[in-house]
């Protein structure tokens, strides 16, 4: 009986970690932004998304479900990840004209080449993507 117990209660706390820890491994792989990343990116000629969103918001919550499955299908994109939070990095929202959060701000090297508020179409999102990365 005892033992029983024991294997169930081991399975629980399996189960448990794996959902916990789950989510974390698959976590988009994306950085605070700051002006002198973005700049640096722009110059060497890179590929960067800008994300304006909010930890409150679910079509953010939607994008960086669909991000996080890009990076994993096309993890050698060459797509970078800089992302603005709408609550407290005000200046930057302002600077990028996001009129909500949920924003996203395509650039290939310096030119601006998508905007889009609220997409949350994996098909949209995956093709503006790979239209100025490596998978183009």
Not at 16 to 24: G, K
Not at 32 to 59: K, Y
């Amino acid at each position: 009986m005892i033992q029983k117990t024991l294997s169930a209660l081991t399975k629980y706390v399996v189960l448990l970690f794996s959902l916990v820890l789950a989510p974390a491994a698959m976590a988009l792989d994306a950085e605070p932004f700051s002006m002198e990343r973005f700049e640096a990116l722009q110059e060497q000629g890179e590929s960067v998304l800008v994300h304006i969103s909010a930890p409150w918001c679910p079509n953010c919550q939607k994008q960086k479900q669909i991000l996080t499955e890009y990076q994993q299908q096309y993890p050698d994109a060459g797509l970078h990840i800089l992302n603005v939070d709408y609550d407290t990095q005000k200046q930057w929202v302002t600077h990028f004209k996001a009129p909500y959060q949920s924003t996203l701000v395509l650039f290939s090297g310096t030119e601006q080449v998508w905007f889009s508020v609220g997409e949350t179409r994996k098909q949209r999102i995956f093709g503006q993507l790979n239209a100025v990365t490596d998978e183009s």
